[in-house]
């Protein structure tokens, strides 16, 4: 059974910090692995999907990496702003679709 | 912690039939659900939200006729796929949330295969 762990589980930083949010699994045979954002009372917001064969997916301030054999991803959020503050999610796609319980971040100004 | 369930895990059917897809809150009232649909190899889309005795509101592009949402009570929202054909095969997932959630629950997902 695959289990999806994110640490931490809640960060607090000022603005304009550089952060990593963790993400390990625990079954390395994946198809890919997603990093979520979440505001409170929304949905998910898809943010970077990296396919089982891909190290690593970039957008604007967001970089993700993918070591899957040692079941590893990082989420890479550079010069970080208020705006980010949210719940962030990894999931991870083999037979279904698992979770891991998320990092809640908050960016103070 | 809050749960999901969502049933069924796995559903292969026949072109042209309909396929219902539940969604039950089992210790939180579910006051907003949302649909997800994963295609192979892309990221989940959201379908549609649904608050609680209210119509669901779909995204753009997805068709309400076909994809029909129920969410008449706190613990329950189903989603049914209408005249099924084989481009519908995709995962299928919800979230919900209750009340002033800050965070949804989603369940396992559903994954359908239309033949």
Known sequence: KQEVTQIPAALSVPEGENLVLNCSFTDSAIYNLQWFRQDPGKGLTSLLLIQSSQREQTSGRLNASLDKSSGRSTLYIAASQPGDSATYLCAVSGNMLTFGGGTRLMVKP | ?115
């Open chain 2, 1 to 115: 912690g809050a749960v999901v369930s969502q049933h069924p895990s796995w559903v292969i059917c026949k072109s042209g039939t309909s396929v219902k897809i539940e969604c039950r809150s089992l210790d939180f009232q579910a006051t907003t659900m949302f649909w997800y649909r994963q295609f192979p190899k892309q990221s989940l889309m959201l379908m549609a939200t649904s608050n609680e005795g209210s119509k669901a509101t779909y995204e753009q592009g997805v068709e309400k006729d076909k994809f029909l949402i129920n969410h008449a009570s706190l613990t329950l929202s189903t989603l049914t796929v209408t005249s099924a054909h084989p481009e519908d095969s995709s995962f299928y997932i919800c979230g919900a949330g209750g009340s002033g959630a800050n965070v949804l629950t989603f369940g396992a997902g559903s994954r359908l295969t239309v033949l």
